[in-house]
């Protein structure tokens, strides 16, 4: 096999273990209590996270037999076979998991012509069009990945640092297109945009309607991460629900920002 084939598919294998890994968390935490709130979301944060990467192995296209098996997760069928309404969040984790070994299964397959089609050529999913300066598109798609990378990991610092910055990246951004003048309307104070406080830039953006009010549940932490250490100089503490949370805000604030995604 082509060596950079073979690094590729070692690739996709890690990546998919660790969405593994957090699947059967989730699945226990399910078992355990089903209602439980930060479960849940924290079920639909990996839900998406699994379907960025069947897509990748899928090579964007719904008919293969990946993609089709990952939406037919999501689906309870009748006794006559029809789709009717989705299935439990627990049945949904352990239904994707299925999917998951699915695509371990072949991706170790030995010969070429088994792997998955797109494995090895998969374009990467262009996360951040919307933004306007192109030259900030594969900077910021290159954290979106560090991220993940860094909360399947359980380095949950890194993982909210990077989001957030991230997040104040594409906001800065979109502020920038609109334009000062434009802004000052909506309360902007003086001096350039880049010179803001992260939470200044937050609220201009709000304001001026380029993002609606959801920083509004982005933990403590996180409005300080340019400078976390507290008042005696002692670095905050990152949970790990702290860096799922701050995830969530940023698929949040990339949907205001990208209305088409």
């Known amino acids: 096999m082509d060596q950079t084939l073979q690094a590729q598919i070692e690739t996709y294998l890690a990546h998919l273990d660790g969405l593994m890994r957090r699947g059967l968390q989730l699945r226990d935490g399910l078992a355990t209590d089903a209602s439980n709130q930060s479960n849940i979301a924290s079920a639909r944060a990996w839900q998406e996270d699994c379907g960025v990467t069947i897509n ?3 090579g964007g296209s719904k008919a ?3 993609a089709r098996s990952f939406s037919n997760a999501f689906l309870m069928r009748s006794a006559d076979g029809r789709a009717v309404e989705g299935a439990a ?4 984790v ?3 998991l299925d999917v998951l070994e699915q695509a371990v299964a072949s991706l170790s397959r030995t010969d070429d012509g088994a ?3 797109a494995s090895s050529a998969a374009p990467p999913p262009h996360r951040f069009d919307f933004v306007h300066n192109p030259e900030l598109r594969p900077v910021v798609e290159q954290a979106y990945l560090d991220s993940r990378r860094a909360l399947e990991d359980g ?6 640092q990077t989001s957030c910055g991230i997040l104040e990246a594409i906001v800065t951004d979109a502020l920038e297109n609109k334009g000062l003048a434009a802004l000052v309307a909506a309360g902007a104070p003086a001096g350039k945009i880049a010179d803001w406080p992260f939470e200044t830039r937050i609220a201009v953006a709000e304001r001026s309607g ?14 300080t991460y340019r400078d976390p250490s507290n008042d005696n100089g002692v670095k905050a503490a990152v949970s790990e629900r702290d860096a799922r949370r701050t995830g969530q805000v940023l698929h949040v604030i990339m949907r205001d920002l990208d209305p088409g995604r």
């Open 94 to 96: 352990k239904r994707l």
């Open 64 to 66: 293969h037999w990946l």
């Open 210 to 223: 380029l993002i609606r009010s959801g920083c509004a549940r982005l933990p403590a932490v996180a409005w």
């Open 155 to 160: 380095d949950y610092d890194s993982a909210l």
């Open 89 to 92: 969040p627990a049945e949904i």
């Open 115 to 117: 792997v998955i089609s």
């Open 56 to 58: 990748q192995l899928s």
